[in-house]
């Protein structure tokens, strides 16, 4: 498809696990980004990817989150020793890099769920 | 502290009026700003943006004004439909060095379009 894909939409596992939540950005999208959506809270950044530069890793909440980009295209988003409070939406973005702003446009998510 | 911020969590419109959602920023830095709309269980959907060298811009039944000295955005939607019930989310960005920008969310307000 044309848009940003994430997979899994819904994962559901038990505290302790590591999972992986992968997206595939918008085709010619050199930036991605990670955001979460934890419940009755706005989105919150993670990380972005830009090129081959270093990522911006400054939104991670804990060493327990990881994130790689391989290739520029995919990425895929690592939460180690889960916590329920680590149950959330994790939204994946991708945005063209110009000289001039450009919007970032979303996939439908992972939703998370930690029991 | 939170920079951008979405002071009415829900708002109520007649179908055919115009529903004026607003927001509110604190950083001085943030140079471009971005409405996006969001249904349930979807990612959040591009609506329309402003760049800091702008008060206005206007996309169809959307506008967006821009008043930097009071430092607040507002959307208009004008004449507003069904179909705009959702849950609109206000953001707001910096340029970082590297070009890509992480957005800064607000809370989010829910649009509910009465027929």
Redesign the interface.
Known sequence: GAG?SQSPSNKVTEKGKDVELRCDPISGH??L?W?RQSLG?????LI?F??N?AP?K??LPSDRFSAERTGGSVSTLTIQRTQQEDSAVY?C?S?L??W??Q???????TRLSIL | DQQVKQNSPSLSVQEGRISILNCDYTNSMF??F?W?KKYP??????LI?I?SIKDKNEDGRFTVFLNKSAKHLSLHIVPSQPGDSAVY?C?A?A??I???????????TRLTINP
């Open positions: 940003v050199t930036a980004y955001y809270q706005g989105l919150e950044f972005y830009q090129g530069s911006d400054s939104g939204l973005a945005s890099v110009t001039s702003n919007p970032q446009h979303f996939g439908d998510g | 140079d471009y971005l996006y269980a979807e990612g959040p959907t591009f943006s760049s989310f953001a960005s340029k970082g590297q070009g890509a920008q992480k957005l800064v969310f607000g809370q989010g």
